[in-house]
C-alpha cells in the first residue's frame, strides 16, 4: 500500500525513538517531473522521474547524525533509524544543535493563500513536446538565427512534509511548469547564444512559447559582431536579468551561517546602512503563486515578511536556529535543508525598491558606459566584499546602444557599489526576486 509523505516521517520518528534517539526530525522528499527537448523540429529528448526521498536526523543529546534513502519500505527505515543513532554516539557534540522549541513553532497557516499548486491536469509530454517545438521555430523565424541548440519544456510536481518529537508536523505541495529556448546566431567563430525561459507555478501564467522563442532569437542576434570593450572606469547598467545576482552577494553576506563564522564582509555592519537610505529590501514568503513561498521553514518555525534592510539600512541577519544560537539571537524562520544536510539559513522571496525611471532613461543618463546582460564565472573574496566578474553586453555611447561587446571583467567593491545603486522601474514582480535594472557609476571595465 502506497503511504503518503506524512505518513512516512512519522514512520521514521517511531523507528527513531525505538532505535534510542532522545528527540528526531525526518523529512520527505516526494515527487514526479517530466521534460522535453527537441532539436530540428524533432524529438531530442524525453524524460519522466518520480521518486521519493527521506531524511532523518536524530539527537542523543548534543550529539545529532543524519541518514537518507530513496526506499520507503518499513525495514529500511528501521536500518536508517538504528544506523542515525550510532552515527551520532560516535559524533561530536555540538552546543548549538537541537529541535525548535514548542513554543516557536508554527499552529497554524491557510494553504490555500499561497497557492501554490496548480490543481490543472498534468500536461502531457506531446503538449510539452508543441510548446517546445514552438519556442524552437519561433526563434528560427527570426533573421539572423542560424541554429537553436537547445528548446525545452517542463512541467513538475513536489511534495513535501516536515515531522519531528517536538510535536510539529506539516507539509505542503507546489507545482512548477516551465518553457526555455536557447538561440545561436552568427557562423563559425563569430557565433554568439543567447536565451530566454519562464517557470511558473500556474501553467495559465506562463508566456507563450512563441514569445519565449522570438526573444531569444532577437538576442541572440542583437550579440552578434561582439567585441572587447576599451579598459577603463565607466558606469555599469545591470540589466534586469542578471541584477539580482548583486543582491544575491548581500544575502550571502547577511546570511547567519557566514556571519557566526566571521567571514562576512558585512560582519560589522549590522545598524549600519548599507543601500541608498531610499531603498529597502524586503523579503515575504507569502506571496500567491511564486517559487520562494512556504508557510512554515525546514524547522517548523513560522515564515514571516520582514525588512532585511529598510531604508538603507541593514536590520538583521538571516537565521536558522543553530545560527542565531551561536550569535545569541531569535531565528527568522528561514531554514532549509534537503534530506541529507543539516538545516541551514536560506532567504524565500525577495524585492527591492524600484526606481522611479526607466531603464531606457538610466541608459540615457549614463553617457558612455557597459549595459551588461550576461556575467559569467565569479571571485568574490566574502571578507572584503572585493568583486570581479566576466561581462558581456552593450557599449553604450551618448545614452544609445552603440555595439554589443564581450569578453570583459567589471570588478569593484560590494559594499561602496551597493552604496551606489541607482534602481529602474522595470523589475518582473511575478520572479521570487524582484529587482529592477540597477546602474552603478564608475566600475573599473577591463576589456582591450
Given amino acids: 500500500m502506497t503511504r503518503t509523505p506524512e505518513e512516512i516521517s512519522h514512520h521514521l520518528l517511531d523507528a527513531a525513538r525505538k532505535a534510542g534517539a532522545e528527540a528526531a526530525d525526518a523529512i520527505v522528499l516526494d515527487g514526479s517531473s517530466v521534460s522535453v527537448e527537441v532539436r530540428s523540429g524533432a524529438l531530442e529528448h524525453a524524460e519522466r522521474a518520480e521518486g521519493t526521498d527521506l531524511g532523518l536526523r536524530v539527537f542523543l543529546g548534543k550529539r545529532q547524525a543524519i541518514v537518507s534513502s530513496s526506499d520507503s519500505r518499513p525495514e529500511t527505515l528501521t536500518a536508517m533509524a538504528e544506523r542515525a543513532v550510532a552515527m551520532a554516539k560516535e559524533a561530536p557534540e555540538d552546543p548549538f544543535t537541537g529541535l525548535a522549541d514548542a513554543n516557536q513553532l508554527i499552529t497554524d497557516w491557510d494553504m490555500d493563500a499561497l497557492e501554490l499548486f496548480d490543481p490543472t491536469p498534468e500536461p502531457s509530454a506531446e503538449a510539452l513536446m508543441q510548446d517546445a517545438l514552438a519556442a524552437e521555430a519561433a526563434a528560427l523565424a527570426i533573421k539572423g538565427v542560424t541554429q537553436v541548440s537547445d528548446a525545452a519544456a517542463g512541467y513538475g510536481t513536489h511534495r513535501v512534509h516536515l515531522a519531528a518529537t517536538n510535536g510539529f508536523s506539516g507539509g505542503y505541495a507546489r507545482t512548477s511548469r516551465s518553457t526555455s529556448c536557447v538561440a545561436i546566431s552568427g557562423e563559425s567563430t563569430g557565433m554568439e547564444r543567447d536565451y530566454d525561459g519562464d517557470s511558473r507555478s500556474f501553467q495559465t501564467d506562463l508566456r507563450s512559447p512563441e514569445e519565449i522563442g522570438r526573444t531569444a532569437g532577437e538576442r541572440a542576434v542583437a550579440q552578434t559582431g561582439a567585441r572587447k570593450p576599451a579598459t577603463g572606469s ?215
Fill in 234 to 448: 565607466h558606469p555599469v547598467l545591470f540589466d534586469e536579468r542578471i541584477s539580482s545576482s548583486l543582491i544575491g552577494h548581500l544575502l550571502a553576506a547577511s546570511n547567519g551561517a557566514a556571519i557566526a563564522r566571521g567571514a562576512s564582509w558585512l560582519k560589522d555592519a549590522l545598524g549600519q546602512q548599507v543601500l541608498p537610505e531610499h531603498l529597502s529590501l524586503i523579503e515575504d514568503p507569502h506571496r500567491p503563486r511564486i517559487s520562494g513561498s512556504r508557510p512554515f521553514d525546514a524547522e517548523g518555525l513560522p515564515t514571516r515578511r520582514r525588512a532585511i534592510v529598510e531604508n538603507g539600512v541593514l536590520t538583521g541577519w538571516t537565521l536558522d536556529l543553530s545560527s542565531a544560537r551561536k550569535l545569541d539571537m531569535a531565528p527568522t524562520g528561514n531554514a532549509a535543508r534537503g534530506v541529507s544536510g543539516p538545516p541551514s539559513p536560506s532567504n524565500w522571496n525577495l524585492s527591492l525598491t524600484q526606481g522611479d525611471r526607466s531603464r531606457a532613461n538610466l541608459m540615457r543618463d549614463m553617457g558612455t558606459g557597459l549595459l551588461v546582460t550576461s556575467m559569467i564565472g565569479s571571485t568574490i573574496n566574502p571578507n572584503t566584499g572585493d568583486y570581479s566578474r566576466g561581462a558581456s553586453g552593450f557599449w553604450v555611447e551618448n545614452g544609445e546602444i552603440s555595439h554589443p561587446v564581450n569578453e570583459c571583467t567589471i570588478a569593484g567593491n560590494l559594499r561602496d557599489m551597493l552604496m551606489r545603486i541607482i534602481p529602474a522601474n522595470d523589475a518582473r514582480t511575478y520572479l521570487a526576486r524582484v529587482v529592477p535594472s540597477i546602474l552603478i557609476e564608475g566600475m573599473t571595465l577591463a576589456g582591450n
